[in-house]
């Protein structure tokens, strides 16, 4: 996967989970998570590459906390856009 998309798990219609897949190859999988704030929680490989980003509490998550975490993390920012659908339910 080349580029990140987000991942949205609704419940009666509203948002409880969410997951930012971040650039990634097949073959890498989880093997430990940090958490960072605003509810947001990373995924890395064994070798430390980050590969995802739980939001735990997506009714709170705001584009600056993860354009603060991507920072961190080496990444391009997302837009207000890419965080629409969390706000559509």
């Given at each position: 996967m080349r580029e990140s998309y987000l991942e949205i798990t609704y419940r009666h219609g509203h948002p409880i989970a969410a997951y930012l897949y971040l650039p990634r190859a097949s073959r890498d999988k989880s093997q430990r998570t940090a958490?960072?704030?605003?509810?947001?929680?990373?995924?890395?490989?064994?070798?430390?590459?980050?590969?995802?980003?739980?939001?735990?509490?997506?009714?709170?998550?705001?584009?600056?906390?993860?354009?603060?975490?991507?920072?961190?993390?080496?990444?391009?920012?997302?837009?207000?856009?890419?965080?629409?659908?969390?706000r559509a339910a």
């Open positions: 958490k960072a704030p605003g509810g947001l929680v990373v995924d890395f490989t064994r070798g430390g590459k980050p590969i995802g980003i739980e939001i735990t509490a997506p009714g709170k998550a705001t584009v600056t906390a993860v354009n603060r975490l991507l920072k961190e993390l080496g990444f391009p920012p997302i837009k207000q856009a890419d965080l629409a659908p969390l």
